[in-house]
């Protein structure tokens, strides 16, 4: 190996400078790409230094992955806890391995039903429903997810998890493919909802397209994808950029004075006498966003019992 040669391997590539940056992106997801390889990209694309998702999408579905920067992935597990919206598609027919189209078939069987059956097989899924978790999922049983028993061929028993179908439309029906639209409660297994309606209908079922449009108050209308933002220069994808709060819309506001607002940053809790807002509105709250009187966010508080309890607050200036 020549000198030259030996100077070049010792070289390494100029750190990329990382940004402190806070706010929120609607990003997009494609199929094919798993939630983790998405937010990375987009991490990679706006050189910040903390960044997370707030639920994943699995590789088959596309859609709606609110991504969160610097403070804001404070406030990430608000999302979790939101209704969410997808558009799907089921093929009526066929059973397979994962409830989706990535597994093998189990058993194929006639479809005879028509659109009105299918319609009153939906019907019976709305409202308080008990799932069983399907096996190819990130759930865990002993400290193992339960795909890692799946893929050995290993089915363990599953407790049954209740979740709320708010609104269950169908959008097309050209059988044996039904195309719907689902709002649901968080923990809601749209593949397993799949299932279930192909089982009430005698023929099974499993999806051959997700897309999730709606997560809380976000939805897929403002969000943008990975190629439009790689296409673009830095000023251009900031613009994309949601602000901290944008996850919190559904939160009431409340707005502190200043010595309230200097109170609440340093952890203490405020009687609700002392806030600028309608207390009523409050005091009616479980949790609250936070403001000072320049409309800055100051964070997220429990409201109760004539209380204001700071939860979690942002660092004074990052937002």
Excluded at 270 to 297: M, Q, T
Aim: glycine content about 8%; overall charge neutral.
């Amino acid at each position: 190996m020549t000198a030259s040669s030996k100077k070049n391997q010792g070289e390494q590539r100029p750190k990329v400078p990382r940004r402190l940056l806070d706010g929120v992106l609607l990003l997009d997801k494609p199929v094919g790409l798993s939630s983790n390889d998405a937010l990375i990209r987009a991490k990679r694309l706006y050189r910040v230094k903390k960044a997370g998702h707030t639920g994943t999408l699995d590789p088959l579905a596309s859609g709606l992955l609110p991504l969160c920067f610097g403070e804001a992935t404070k406030f990430s597990q608000d999302l979790l806890e939101a209704d969410k919206t997808y558009e799907a598609t089921m093929r009526l027919g066929i059973r397979t391995t994962t409830g989706d189209a990535e597994g093998e078939a189990l058993d194929t069987r006639e479809v005879l039903c028509d659109e009105a059956a299918v319609r009153q097989a939906m019907a019976r899924f709305l409202g308080d429903i008990v799932q069983i978790p399907p096996m190819y999922s990130a759930l865990k049983r002993d400290g193992k997810p339960l795909y890692e028993y799946a893929r050995a061929g290993q089915t363990v028993e599953r407790e049954g998890r209740n979740v709320t179908i708010i609104a269950l439309d169908m959008i097309a029906c050209e059988l044996p493919d039904v195309t719907f639209r689902v709002t649901c409660t968080k923990g809601t297994y749209v593949r397993t909802l799949a299932e279930d309606i192909g089982e009430a209908l005698g023929c099974g079922a499993h999806l051959v397209m997700l897309r999730r449009t709606g997560v809380g108050a976000l939805t897929l209308e403002h969000a943008v994808t990975l190629d439009a933002l790689t296409a673009m220069d830095e000023p251009a994808r900031d613009v994309w950029l949601q602000p901290v709060d944008a996850l919190l819309s559904t939160f009431p506001r409340v707005t502190l004075d200043a010595e309230s607002a200097r109170r609440f940053t340093h952890g203490q809790r405020l009687p609700l006498n002392a806030l600028v807002i309608d207390r009523v509105e409050c005091e009616a709250a479980e949790r609250v966003r936070v403001y000072d009187e320049a409309g800055r966010l100051l964070g997220v508080a429990k409201a109760a019992n004539g209380v204001l309890a700071p939860e979690r607050l942002v660092v004074s200036g990052a937002v």
